[in-house]
């Protein structure tokens, strides 16, 4: 396929950008194969300058088009919630336009996006695609502990397709289990580590659900895999993502859950998370109550409660608290599942480190927590993220699982200001970068498909880009390191709307921007004046030291 073939038309005169909060402006629109160029004329008299616009056609999450006379306005509603109005002169011009950006923005093959034509001049291919190697972390939490050891056992990625070639698990078990465990569970992700709590040496496995089926099926592999993480009495919860009545449903189809009788000493607690259709409907009617300006307060209040977005962040969080206490005051082993093991037991297993782990409160920590628990777990990103919240495509496979889990971030940096070294703008710009990316970090749905598609090939990896080009602008400037675990509130009443993401295009953020420079600019001062003082202090001491020396 040549992308010329699907661009009727490339370039058009006198076009009107409008969008909300900032003036229209008229200029020359541009259709390249990845972009929506519009770029205006000088202003003069006091006028606007020239205003350029750069869009990602795969941002693109719905157009609709409007005719009046000759002329037509197409609107684009984009996958990070900008909506765009464009005036066309010319309603051939303006047909042809909404035609080339809907196949362009449709264009589903992975090696025909731009992270594969993407090719800055500062940065180097190979660059960023090893900064957090999963065999390092792992083999650091081997070497501590001697119970567990590195595993590749799922180097071509024939025990499971969507785990990543290394996985660490218990010591004492032998490959063949892992085999005969991962042919028990559904797509075969048996149960692995994926966090080692070092005050007291509990872990936090991950997995998908057993498929027992309504026979009953036992695997004893499955059941010594687990047993032998429960060493010297510790004690095991099962926190399964789903409601009792939904795993009991779930064996009718093959799946089902852990018996008791069969896996001694763990419990089975069951917190039920959304996710899939009713997840996205959810962002869906919150996107929409957002977007309507006719609302006066009691309605406004009454879509957001209709939406159920903030009572799904109180539930992860407090699924994620409930994972953590488990770990932190009772000191036993947890295993998270729910399904597939690769949307909702990833945002659990995710947030209970992050209130766990200061280490994952750090940008760097942070952004190997996502490689970890999301990009390298087998997320499906290519799937969930195919549309946003306006798309009129109501696909089965879509859901902001990912979104959540950031949402959850940033209610955490807002209930604790001073623990999180990294800021709202990152989180945004993670947001942004799921659903449309010059970056392949988000490519694909598993490594297994990265290898095939020959990401890391062919494509840059975005954390070179956040922690070289961008690194201060995403930092938090009231950040102190807090070694403690963060307990965050999970009363509704401490459930805020992210007015930074879903008010970003509507509300202008010029103020809070300016804040946000002066706190960075004030806490840079104090940085300095500590370090004179420091300085200072210190300085004379050692030259009378020296001086006595002699």
Not at 105 to 129: I, N, Q
Not at 409 to 418: D, E, I, N, S, T
Not at 441 to 446: D, V, Y
Request: aromatic fraction near 8%.
């Amino acid at each position: 396929m040549e992308f010329a073939e699907l661009i009727k038309t490339a370039k058009v005169e006198n076009v009107m950008l409008t969008c909300p909060g900032l003036p229209s402006v008229k200029g020359t629109l541009c259709i390249t194969s990845h972009h929506l160029l519009l770029s205006s004329q000088p202003g003069g008299n006091g006028e606007q300058g020239p205003v350029e616009l750069w869009l990602l056609i795969r941002n693109v999450d719905a157009i609709e088009k409007r005719f009046v006379n000759s002329s037509g306005t197409i609107t684009l509603k984009c996958k990070d919630l900008r909506v765009l109005q464009l005036e066309i002169p010319g309603m051939e011009e303006c047909l042809n336009v909404a035609s080339s950006i809907e196949a362009l923005s449709s264009v589903d093959s992975v090696m025909m996006m731009y992270p594969f034509f993407y090719r800055p001049e500062s940065m180097k291919l190979e660059e960023g695609w090893r900064l957090y190697p999963l065999e390092h972390y792992y083999q650091q939490i081997a070497s501590d502990t001697g119970a567990w050891r590195l595993s590749c056992i799922n180097r071509e990625f024939t025990a499971c397709s969507t785990y990543p070639p290394a996985v660490i698990v218990p010591a004492a078990v032998d490959d063949e289990a892992f085999r005969k465990s991962a042919r028990f569970r559904q797509g075969g992700r048996f149960p692995i580590l994926c966090y080692y709590h070092r005050k007291n040496g509990t872990v936090m496995l991950r997995s998908s659900q057993p498929l027992v089926g309504p026979n009953g099926k036992r695997c004893r592999e499955d059941e010594l895999l687990l047993s032998s993480v429960l060493d010297g009495g510790v004690r095991g919860f099962i926190i399964d993502t789903r409601t009792a009545q939904a795993a009991k449903q779930a064996r009718m189809t093959g799946g089902g859950t852990e018996s008791r009788s069969s896996y001694l000493h763990w419990k089975r607690l069951h917190k039920a998370l959304e996710r899939g259709r009713p997840l996205q409907e959810s962002f869906i009617k919150l996107v929409e109550a957002c977007n309507d300006p006719s609302l006066n307060m009691d309605r406004w209040l009454s879509k957001l409660e209709g939406s159920k977005w903030l009572s799904h962040i109180k539930e992860a969080l407090s699924t994620a608290c409930l994972a953590a206490q488990c770990l932190e005051r009772e000191e036993a082993c947890v295993l998270v599942h729910g399904v597939e093991g690769t949307d909702t037991t990833l945002l659990v297993t995710a947030l209970a480190q992050v209130i766990l782990n200061p280490a994952c409160r750090t940008l760097v920590g942070f952004q190997g927590l996502l490689e970890r628990e999301w990009i390298q777990a087998g997320h499906p990103f290519h799937l969930r993220c195919t549309h946003s919240a306006y798309s009129h495509a109501r696909l089965k496979q879509e859901a902001p699982i990912f979104l959540l889990f950031l949402d959850c971030v940033w209610q955490l940096g807002r209930q604790f200001p001073f623990s999180l070294e990294f800021s709202e703008r990152l989180l945004l710009a993670l947001f942004d970068h799921a659903y449309a990316s010059a970056y392949g970090t988000f490519l694909c749905n598993n490594e297994k498909e990265r290898c095939l598609c020959e990401v890391k090939d062919k494509a840059h990896s975005l954390w070179p880009w956040l922690n070289q080009c961008c690194k201060q602008k995403y930092l938090n400037p009231l950040y102190r390191l807090n070694t403690l675990v963060i307990w965050p509130s999970v009363e509704p009443q401490s459930m805020q709307l992210w007015q930074g993401l879903f008010l970003r295009w509507i509300r202008s953020s010029h103020y809070l921007e300016e804040a946000l420079e002066e706190m960075q600019h004030i806490a840079a001062g104090s940085e300095n004046t500590l370090c004179s003082s420091l300085q200072e202090a210190v300085l004379p001491q050692t030259v009378t030291e020296v001086e006595n020396k002699r």
